[in-house]
């Protein structure tokens, strides 16, 4: 079949990387080039962690496992993820953040998690000046290097004659022959299918098309839709795995740097950004990570970041016309599930469907009424 994925972010990239080893004939665009939004400054924690309700706590949690056979299947090209587990405490005298809650909730849901003493803290992170003297560990989770993904991916394309165009899809129209996709340079191209892959902007392409598709509008910033990601120096401070807590949220990254987000001021995105709040994030951002480690880890800037969000914080995957050419692949924590939703969205393509997307239809949007999501998403995602 002939395919379009619109869209080069995690999502659209790990699905024209299986249409074509399926033997499909590809074309990828990107109205700014690969990774140009949200996948590109990502915190990138692979986990399943709270992603309630159980069927996308699951649809995560293959995420997790797509990732390992990834990696496996493709550690000729190097180690990108690095699962090394995630650490979360709540150092909070009202433990207002819920996460001791997560113990049983991981623990009903068989997901991995133990409670963990300062020896054990210590002996993980040796740097951390440790403000607990407990926490939970998942030892599932991981932290992906984002960056390196993507260009991992994309090679692969450019392999096999599909590196992603710079083009701008405006609209999609579909019949039962197929599907004509216009471009904002005027030009129009007929497909069989079409992958709306564009992340943020999908729902935009998707009104435009008379099709319905609730992702979050970013033109009205706030924690639900943004976060404020801290990018630091390379550092010597070593640091093994994700750190979550009431104070700081921390990765490592592949050249010694880190990502950074601090909930204490994920509510300041409602003010959009501006270089004074940019300025005042991060003394924030460096005050906390002094506290964390004991010595200063300088930042190299922070990033006033938009998610790519379905308005009820679930994803939206399948067909959106009732000719089945035109299909959604938009979500919140596409790090995690690239991999396993790009292998389910080429598997759908073929005819199957796959039980693990049953509940993330856009066909549930019919009757307009959207589930309440809650008004922030630090870690969360
Ligand atoms: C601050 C932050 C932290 C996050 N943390 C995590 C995390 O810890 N774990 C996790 O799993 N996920 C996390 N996420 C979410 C994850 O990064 C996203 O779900 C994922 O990157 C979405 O990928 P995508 O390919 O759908 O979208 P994008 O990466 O946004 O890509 C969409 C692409 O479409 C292109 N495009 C847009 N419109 C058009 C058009 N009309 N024509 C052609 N191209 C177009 C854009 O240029 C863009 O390159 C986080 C996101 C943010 C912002």
């Known amino acids: 079949m002939k395919i379009l994925v619109i869209g ?49 706590h699951w649809l995560n949690r293959a995420g997790i496992t797509a990732h390992e056979e990834f990696q496996k299947r493709f550690a000729n090209h190097g180690t990108w993820f690095h699962q090394h587990g995630c650490i979360m405490f709540d150092s909070s005298p009202d433990k207002a953040t819920g996460y001791d809650e997560r113990f049983t909730e991981s623990a009903e849901l068989d997901y991995p998690v ?74 129009t191209r007929n497909f069989d ?57 921390v990765r490592p990254r592949r050249d010694g740097s880190m990502f950074v987000q601090i909930p204490s001021v994920e509510s300041r995105t409602e003010e959009g950004e501006s270089p004074q709040l940019l300025d005042e994030v991060q003394a ?26 379905p308005e009820d914080g679930l994803s939206i995957v399948g067909y959106l016309d009732e000719h089945h050419r035109a299909y959604s692949l938009v979500t919140h924590s596409g790090m995690t599930m690239a991999p396993l939703l790009g292998r389910l969205v080429a598997d759908e393509v073929r005819g199957d469907s796959s039980p693990l997307l ?14 309440a999501t809650p008004s922030t998403f630090i870690g969360r995602q």
């Open 114 to 187: 133990e409670r963990i003493d300062s020896d054990h803290l210590r002996e993980l992170e040796p740097t951390v000046s440790w403000p607990t003297d407990s926490g939970l560990f998942f030892p599932l989770e991981a932290h992906l290097d984002n960056e390196a993904f993507g260009s991992l991916v994309t090679g692969f394309l450019e392999e096999a004659s599909v590196a992603p165009e710079v083009a701008e899809a405006v609209r999609v129209e579909t019949n039962a022959d197929g599907a004509t996709v216009e471009f904002a340079d005027g030009d």
């Open 8 to 56: 080069a972010g995690v999502l659209g990239l790990t699905t024209a990387f299986n249409l074509v080893e399926d033997g499909h004939d590809v074309t990828i665009v990107d109205k700014a080039g690969p990774y140009a939004q949200a996948s590109s400054r990502s915190f990138a924690w692979i986990n399943a962690n709270h992603k309630l309700p159980a069927e996308y």
């Open 193 to 249: 299918q079409v992958i709306i892959a564009a992340g943020a902007d999908s729902g935009a392409i998707a009104d435009r098309s008379g099709l319905l598709l609730p992702v979050a509008d970013l033109s009205q910033p706030g924690p639900r839709t943004h976060s404020l990601l801290g990018v630091t120096a390379p550092t010597d401070v070593n640091l093994n795995r994700i750190i979550i807590s009431d104070k700081i949220n």
């Open 358 to 371: 049953k509940a993330f239809r856009p066909s549930r949007f019919a009757d307009g009424v959207l589930s």
């Open 284 to 309: 924030a951002m460096e005050a906390e990570l002094e506290s964390l480690f004991g010595e200063r880890v300088p930042l190299e800037r922070v990033i006033f970041s938009g998610r790519s969000f």
